[in-house]
């Protein structure tokens, strides 16, 4: 028989789907979310309040953000400390998005040479990456993180976690290497032991919530109770009909002006699923916030400042109609 004050804390995760800067909107959110726990227990620490943090994509740079640790001055370790808080995070959005992708001064060239090559120069992200998390290792984050990628060689998903010697940048810029955007990110464990050929973590998993589950039931056994809160990047409500598709080819299911219809229904039947599975699992308070698109763009790469405006109205929508929920879990993360 188990007594009620022998029962265990729950374990809380954070989950950040992908989403490329679209991963703008869960930013804002948990920004909020900090706020909200700084103004409750006087730590606004987000690593501090989660067990397990799990990210694809874009939701893996954001992830990573929040676990880096600081580095102490004059010194080759690091501190317990984060080196950002959630507001630089928003800001690297904000002001890094141009060097990850780059404006097109003929979109439609652009468009032409994705067909047949990568999109864009993966070596300004890498400069970002490199510029955000130097030498840290996956070994030196704050709390438990999980990252999904897709692995070419053995031709499985991938999920690195801070058990693995890896590189914190190599890790984020093979799990952001979305095909036809980036080309495929080849990297090795800082042991050599490991070489994996990355392409994004969407191709296995776009809403990592049920891996960082999996990882949590492994982790702490005897656990009886979880909390996951899980942070989409905008869903649309447009859908196909049987009319409009009928008559589709191969060019018309993967055109990416076309919103790349296989890559997102694939993305949106993952999501479902394991919104679903998490749902519906005992010992599971499981929160899910997703706002729907509906004039911001669904592109991963419309970085036009009148898109960064709507995605900001958007995040600023569903933060207020979740508002209670998340000071809820504000008090819920801290007790």
């Known amino acids: ?23 703008y909107i869960p930013a804002l959110v948990l920004e909020k979310l900090s706020a909200l726990l700084n103004h409750d227990s006087g730590n606004s620490d987000l690593f501090t309040a989660f067990d397990i943090i799990a990210g694809t994509s874009s939701g893996s740079l954001t992830a990573l953000g929040i676990a880096a640790p600081d580095k102490k001055m004059g010194d080759e370790g690091y ?36 067909a047949f090559h990568e999109k864009y120069d993966s070596s300004g992200f890498e400069k970002v990456l490199d510029g955000l998390f130097r030498e840290r290792s996956m070994k030196d984050c704050l ?14 998903p991938v999920i690195i976690s801070n058990d693995d010697d ?3 940048k190599d890790v984020a810029r093979g799990s952001s290497a ?13 042991s050599k032991g490991k070489k994996y050929c990355m392409i994004d973590g969407a191709m296995a998993a776009n809403n990592p919530a049920m891996f960082a589950y999996i990882k949590a039931r492994i982790k702490y056994p005897k656990a009886d109770k979880f909390i996951i809160l ?4 905008g869903q649309s409500m447009e859908f196909y009909n049987y009319e409009q ?44 916030i997703n706002p729907v698109l509906e004039g911001e763009s669904l592109e991963i790469d419309n970085i036009s400042f009148k898109n960064m405006k709507k995605l900001k109205t958007a995040a600023e929508k569903v933060i207020e109609e979740n508002l209670n929920l998340l000071k809820k879990l504000a008090r819920d993360l801290t007790s």
Request: proline share 7%; charged share 20%; glycine share 8%.
């Open 166 to 168: 890896f590189y914190m």
């Open 79 to 114: 501190t317990d400390k984060p080196r950002y808080s959630m507001t630089e995070i928003v800001n690297i959005y904000e002001t890094c998005r141009t060097d990850i992708f780059p404006e097109r001064a003929l979109e439609h060239l652009g468009m032409v040479k994705q």
């Open 178 to 190: 979305a095909p036809t955007f980036f080309e495929p990110a080849l990297i090795e464990s800082i």
């Open 230 to 233: 899980s942070l989409g990047t």
């Open 1 to 23: 028989m188990k007594f009620p004050w022998f029962r265990q804390k729950p374990i809380k995760i954070l989950s950040i789907d992908g989403g490329g800067i679209r991963g």
């Open 143 to 156: 709390t438990n993180v999980l990252i999904a990628s897709f692995d070419i060689l053995s031709d499985k």
């Open 245 to 288: 598709i009928k008559n589709w080819g191969f060019v018309e299911w993967i055109l990416p002006s076309n919103g790349t219809p296989v890559y997102s229904i694939m993305s949106r039947a993952q999501e479902g699923c394991v919104n679903m599975q998490l749902s519906n699992i005992p010992g599971v308070e499981f929160y899910r």
